[in-house]
């Protein structure tokens, strides 16, 4: 029998019309739920360490819009703070680190990481359970390259400047770092997967700060080893990778990394992205800018998108997270347009 998941269903490469939809950064400030439980939460990780709030946050979306695809509610940041790096969320300004030192990676130790996460694991099979059937439950974590940029520089950046430093001053210090960050996140992965995820995304939210050298040794190579990891222990594990604003690099990324689809930011070229998508699933790629403006700017991008990735097999989402300045009207004006939709 078929599944019903119908993520799951595309990620295997058929088509389905309409297209399965969810959202990045569904669970958030957007909506007014989300900013209720998140006040009576001691914090931002207490909230993704308490299962009741993370089950909570994560089903806000689904009951509102319905969508096909929960997103487990955590952060890709718990793996340095499992890790024991000192990692806060200060109200309005982001997350802040502590640095660290190319002295520090070799002490770095992931044996307690798992029971550290133990709450992550609970939300995700409490999750399987209370989720309508049809709806897949998608795991997440951060690849090593993006999680390194924050764990060194301490905070975001424009441009990544402190990591890219670090890389050519240190490099076998941060090829050691983005090894242990890749074998410690696939852990998670499968962890996750062995709690009841039905698929997981790997965020590479900061490709697009490398050249061609660099994308290749810090972004594709570690993802691999990554997926090698995880389908190792699950054959069968379905895995999304979003290496956002890798451009033309992105071409090749599925034959590289293996993963089963491939997430699109809104600057990929349709011509780029159709290629990609002959050899199996996209997910992508409104630019979130349009659900901001909604009205015609909203419908004019979704009809862009079905136009172009709708006869292939594609997951409706965003280019990147929805921001918090999105109308949650807007994001029901979105859902109904794409579920109208019965192809060309
Ligand atoms: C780079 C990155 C991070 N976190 C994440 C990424 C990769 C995706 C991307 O590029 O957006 C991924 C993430 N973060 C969060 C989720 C939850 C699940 C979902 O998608 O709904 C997911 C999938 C919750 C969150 N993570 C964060 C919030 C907001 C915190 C709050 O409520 O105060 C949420 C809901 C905080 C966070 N966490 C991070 C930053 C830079 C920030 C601050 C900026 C921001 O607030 O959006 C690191």
């Known amino acids: 029998m078929k599944s019903e998941r119908k993520v799951l269903r595309v990620l295997d490469g058929e088509r389905l019309s309409p297209p399965p939809i969810w959202l990045m950064r569904q669970a958030g400030r957007h909506l007014p739920e989300y900013r209720e439980t998140r006040a009576s939460a001691n914090g931002f990780l207490d909230l993704c360490y308490t299962p009741d709030l993370a089950v909570e946050v994560t089903l806000q979306p689904i009951r509102r819009y319905g969508f096909d695809a929960a997103i487990l509610f955590s952060d890709i940041l718990v793996i340095p703070d499992a890790l024991d790096r000192d990692v806060r969320f200060e109200e309005g300004r982001g997350p802040l680190l502590t640095p660290i030192g190319a002295d520090e990676i070799a002490a770095l130790d992931p044996s307690g990481m798992h029971s550290h996460l133990a709450p992550v694991y609970e939300t995700v099979s409490r999750l399987r359970r209370e989720l309508p059937d049809p709806t897949t439950l998608l795991g997440f974590c951060g690849a090593p390259w993006t999680v390194a940029t924050y764990m060194i520089a301490g905070h975001g950046t424009p441009d990544q400047a402190p990591a890219r430093l670090f890389a050519m001053r240190h490099p076998d210090e941060f090829a050691k770092l983005l090894a242990l960050l890749a074998d410690a996140s696939a852990?998670?992965?499968?962890?996750?997967?062995?709690?009841?995820?039905?698929?997981?995304?790997?965020?590479?939210?900061?490709?697009?700060?490398?050249?061609?050298?660099?994308?290749?040794?810090?972004?594709?190579?570690?993802?691999?080893?990554?997926?090698?990891?995880?389908?190792?222990?699950?054959?069968?594990?379905?895995?999304?990778?979003?290496?956002?604003?890798?451009?033309?690099?992105?071409?090749?990324?599925?034959?590289?990394?293996?993963?089963?689809?491939?997430?699109?930011?809104?600057?990929?070229?349709?011509?780029?992205?159709?290629?990609?998508?002959?050899?199996?699933?996209?997910?992508?790629?409104?630019?979130?800018?349009?659900?901001?403006?909604?009205?015609?700017?909203?419908?004019?991008?979704?009809?862009?998108?079905?136009?172009?990735?709708?006869?292939?097999?594609?997951i409706f989402n965003l280019g990147h997270g929805i921001t918090p300045q999105a109308d949650p009207a807007s994001v029901v004006r979105l859902v109904e347009r794409v579920r109208r939709w019965s192809g060309a």
């Not at 080893?225 to 190792?232: G, H, K, L, Q």
């Not at 070229?269 to 979130?288: C, E, H, M, Y």
């Open 187 to 314: 852990d998670y992965l499968i962890r996750q997967l062995d709690a009841g995820a039905d698929a997981v995304q790997i965020f590479d939210s900061w490709a697009s700060v490398l050249g061609e050298t660099e994308f290749d040794l810090y972004s594709v190579r570690p993802v691999q080893r990554m997926v090698e990891r995880v389908r190792a222990a699950h054959p069968e594990a379905r895995i999304i990778g979003f290496a956002k604003g890798a451009g033309v690099l992105l071409e090749d990324y599925r034959q590289r990394t293996k993963v089963d689809c491939v997430g699109l930011d809104w600057t990929v070229p349709r011509s780029l992205a159709r290629k990609i998508q002959q050899d199996g699933a996209v997910q992508g790629n409104l630019d979130p800018m349009r659900v901001v403006a909604g009205g015609t700017a909203l419908d004019e991008g979704v009809d862009r998108v079905l136009a172009d990735l709708g006869d292939g097999p594609l």
